[in-house]
């Protein structure tokens, strides 16, 4: 569950170079079915390595957010169930700042995912 302190904490972080995702899911079982979720999240990982790549960022930047997106989907692949007890999830990582938060959410959320650039 997250805190009015977390989401404090996550609008006082920053990362010197290197963006940082912010990920959201509808987990909502009322409205999408475990597999559509996979689907989802699959297709979400799929349109951000392709901001990432098309984006103006280094080559070594790319690699380590490639790793954030690597990370992310096998947190996905091995902690999203059917038995998943939330209706939304958000997921913030940034590795060069050693950030990688996940939240389960009591409200659905919209599916999306954001590369913010670093401030």
């Known amino acids: 569950m997250i805190t009015y302190l977390d989401v404090e904490d996550l609008l006082d972080f920053h990362s010197d170079t290197q963006p940082i995702i912010s990920f ?7 409205r999408f079915t475990f597999d559509q979720q996979r689907v989802s999240f699959r297709n979400l990982l799929r349109e951000g390595r392709k901001i990432l790549e098309n984006g103006r960022w280094s080559p070594e930047e790319k690699a380590r957010v ?27 990582s940034c590795s060069e700042a050693n950030l990688w938060r996940v939240f389960g959410l009591p409200r659905p959320v919209p599916s999306l995912l954001l590369l913010e650039p670093s401030s």
Do not use: M, V
């Open 66 to 92: 490639g790793g954030d997106f690597e990370k992310l989907e096998k947190y996905l692949n091995d902690e999203l169930d059917p038995g998943f007890a939330h209706r939304g999830l958000a997921i913030f």
């Open 24 to 30: 959201y899911l509808n987990t909502d079982r009322s």
